[in-house]
């Protein structure tokens, strides 16, 4: 667990919302993804959240927060939201949106309001591990945050992640 708090947007965001959430540092792998971090810290995998940068065919930004050992059906997500196409952003696309790093990105303290969608099966989860703000930083907090500050919709979009190939 980190010793002081470093002064990310995401970290400010939490406290301005009155969060009650852990540090959690680790050596960051490029491309390491929730494999590495839930590896490094011990913790399941199933348990850490990815906030991932979507936009639609009209280039509206919006964020999925999901498992990390699953991933986003983009059709089933662009059914639920009623739009014809739903695409992962660029990542310097994302880190215009966001105002972080990919690898870094949290979904509190977004530099840009958009919609955010979180994984319902996501709110049942005891204790979350999300990303807090920089590449090798997790904050450990209660799911209902999700909802309660970042008004997180619940929606039924994971699907498993491919293990072959």
């Not at 965001?13 to 590495?36: K, N, P």
């Not at 964020?63 to 059906?73: A, E, K, N, Q």
């Not at 105002?99 to 840009?112: D, E, K, L, N, P």
Request: proline content about 5%; hydrophobic content about 40%.
């Amino acid at each position: 667990m980190a010793t002081s708090v470093p002064a990310t947007q995401a970290i400010r965001a939490l406290r301005a919302g009155g969060v009650a959430f852990e540090l959690h540092s680790f050596a960051y792998v490029e491309r390491g993804g929730t494999a590495a971090s839930s590896a490094a810290l011990g913790v399941p995998e199933h348990s850490v959240v990815k906030t991932l940068i979507f936009e639609t065919g009209r280039g509206e930004p919006l964020c999925v927060l999901m498992h990390g050992d699953r991933r986003v059906s983009t059709k089933e997500l662009a059914r639920l939201l009623g739009e014809k196409l739903i695409r992962p952003c660029e990542p310097s696309v994302a880190e215009r949106h966001t105002g972080y790093q990919v690898g870094g990105t949290s979904a509190f303290g977004m530099r840009r309001a958009m919609p955010i969608y979180v994984e319902r099966t996501i709110l049942d989860l005891p204790t979350l591990w999300m990303n807090g703000g920089r590449r090798g930083l997790l904050v450990s907090l209660q799911p209902d945050a999700l909802v309660r500050v970042l008004g997180a919709k619940p929606v039924d979009v994971s699907q498993a992640t491919d293990t072959g190939s």
